[in-house]
């Protein structure tokens, strides 16, 4: 029977979309090991984020709320999760891969004692073991494993697990107290330098455009990366070169310590497929990559390839979606 | 004030990983390794802070078998003071590797430890924020800036996050954990790898730190990811946006 915890995911007011996939996981394990889940949302005045959640089939919705959780700061989160875990008897917590997950996750999964599987893409019942797969080696392995111990912690792609269904029955939201005396204090929030773009998440957009070392300054990146975008209708992304180089902000990085995307779409401007960036976007449906380059290596994952300046081909095909 | 800094030996990031037929392992005939690049951006932010302050130790530390001091003397020879190599022979997941951590933490009584956020080989990116829960004290993960303030009793730190860069404020000791561009970690020198010979590199066994830890994560078997199909090359734009709408129906 599996009793499991999801965490949720959200920022500046709105959930993330990753959670869905989190509890679309748990949807899964409940249907092969039988039991139940609960969603966590932590934060301040997150009563809004809870209602979202409540067609999802959770046993219970929780809302730890207050104002010393306004910021997703590591120490007062992981307590948070903990606290419940335990007074829940949670076996199994489960996150959507992210910076987020992954800072708070680790610490709360020690705080118990409790090992923990990162970027897992698929999870299945056999023998009355959870066995599990993940990604490893950037993208290049796949390793199947198990997990001992009583609670286990997971994060999971999010491109892994589809849409969960909603239910006809509401979960109920049930307020967990804050002893805010009781929260650790070694981490203070000084805020966060965010470029609001007006443009979709890379994470959470059909199509994606990304752009990298052909594209010479942030003028050109808004104008041929972004304006290609806004043509399909699309978010932008950046390869690791242009964040180093000051050009994109590195919200912006697709790779393996950056985003990790599967849109239906990802246009490849200018970029020469290191491994570390085709960790990133391996998982997309379909790839275009337009490079200089007739040999780079983004060409060997890419469904469609035009060799080309992207200087000239980018406004032609913005030109031309735009007819 | 000394500074901790564990290292993993990792196979070089350039290395096309292959899986072994038999799905057992991965197939390092032949791979070069490395310090694992987290790790080296780590030290290097410690060996600046000793330049800066003076007055400082940094202790790099790793974990595994004899091959690893191939490691630990690229720390010792990039500026690393001390090296300490814990004998392991066995794959330690994330939680284990934390524990041997506590212990030598203990053992070293560092001001704060820096290391890597994630090895390229796990991409598990859970053992600094392990650690600094078993130690119950603070963490600031993904650093791309870091400045000691309040007389180096904190740590100002700048965090890549999915939603920008995001500024935390730490107490030490905590555990900090290096993204990619904290810096460019200084390349060893002759001179360097000449005076990391004489350097103190102790070996320690588990059992010498009162440790018996297994791994609670048994790797069952390993596969490549599903090949996708090959590509095709295009010669306009116009073809690209036909195959785009008619053969894929993407737009």
């Known amino acids: 029977m599996a009793n499991l915890l999801v965490i949720a995911e959200h920022d500046l007011g709105h959930l993330k979309q990753a959670t869905l996939a989190a509890v679309a996981c748990a949807h899964k394990l409940v249907a092969e090991a039988g039991g139940s889940f609960d969603i966590l949302v932590i934060g301040q005045n997150v009563g809004g984020i809870a209602e979202v959640l409540r067609p999802y089939g959770a046993a219970t919705v929780m809302v730890a709320d207050d104002a ?16 419940v ?18 800072d708070i996750l680790p610490r709360a999964a020690a705080l118990l004692d409790a090992g923990m599987l990162s970027d897992v893409i698929d999870v299945h019942l056999a023998g009355g073991d959870f066995i599990f797969k993940r990604i490893m080696f950037a993208g290049n392995v796949i390793a199947t494993v198990k997990l001992d111990g009583a609670v286990k912690f997971l994060t999971v792609r999010a491109a892994a697990f589809a849409q969960p269904q909603k239910v006809a029955d509401c979960s109920p939201v049930l307020v967990i107290p804050i002893d805010a005396g009781r929260l650790p204090a070694f981490i203070e929030y000084g805020g966060r330098e965010a470029k609001v773009t007006g443009r979709p998440d890379p994470t959470e957009a059909r199509v994606v455009v990304s752009g990298g070392r052909a594209i010479r300054n942030a003028e050109d990146f808004e104008r ?6 806004d043509a399909l209708g699309g978010a932008v992304g950046s390869s690791r070169a242009l964040v180093d180089a000051g050009i994109t902000p590195n919200s912006l990085q ?17 970029i020469s497929g290191a491994i570390q960036h085709l960790a990133g976007m391996k998982d997309t449906k379909v790839i275009v990559a337009i490079n ?16 080309g300046d992207v200087y000239q081909i980018v406004p032609e095909l913005v030109a031309a979606l735009k007819k | 004030m000394k500074i901790l800094v564990p290292l993993k030996r990792v196979p070089d990031p350039d290395t096309r990983i292959r899986v072994k037929p038999d799905g057992s392992a991965v197939d390092l005939d032949g791979v070069k390794f490395a310090v694992n ?21 940094v202790v790099v530390v790793t974990i595994g078998g004899q091959e690893c001091v191939e490691q630990l003397r690229v720390g010792l020879a990039m500026g ?11 794959g330690l997941d994330a939680l284990a590797i934390a524990k041997v951590l506590v212990a030598v933490y203990r053992r070293e009584q560092p001001a704060f430890v820096l290391m890597g956020k994630q090895a390229i080989d796990d991409d598990s990116n859970q053992v600094g ?9 603070g963490q600031a993960t993904f650093v791309s800036k870091l400045e000691l303030t309040a007389n180096n009793s904190k740590a100002r730190c700048g965090r890549e996050t999915d939603g920008g860069i995001e500024t935390v404020t730490v107490k030490l000791p905590a555990i900090i954990t290096s993204d990619l561009r904290l810096n460019e970690p200084r390349y060893v020198s002759l001179p360097g790898i000449m005076k990391a010979k004489k350097k103190p590199l102790e070996e320690v066994g588990m059992a010498d730190l009162g440790l018996t830890i297994t791994s609670r994560t048994q790797v069952l078997k390993l596969e490549p990811p599903v090949r996708r199909k090959a590509g095709v090359r295009v010669k306009t734009v116009d073809e690209l946006l036909e195959k785009l709408k008619n053969d894929v129906k993407v737009l």
């Open chain 2, 129 to 137: 924020q392990m650690l600094a829960a078993l130690l119950g004290i």
């Open chain 2, 80 to 90: 690393a003071d001390r090296a300490l190599l814990i004998r392991s022979t066995d």
């Open chain 1, 68 to 83: 010393q959780l306004q910021h997703p700061v590591g120490d007062k989160y992981a307590q948070v999760i903990a606290d």
């Open chain 1, 254 to 270: 697709v790779g393996q310590t950056g985003k990790i995307v599967a849109p239906d779409l990802y246009v490849a401007v200018g």
């Open chain 2, 37 to 57: 690049p987290f790790d080296s951006i780590a030290l290097e932010e410690a060996l600046r802070i000793k330049e800066k302050l003076g007055e400082t130790e």
């Open chain 1, 224 to 229: 041929l990366v972004g304006g290609l975008a």
């Open chain 1, 292 to 307: 200089k380059d007739p040999e780079a290596p983004i060409f060997e994952v890419a469904d469609f390839g035009l060799v």
């Open chain 1, 85 to 102: 875990a335990r007074q829940r008897e949670t076996t199994m917590v489960i996150g959507a891969a992210s910076t987020f997950s992954k």
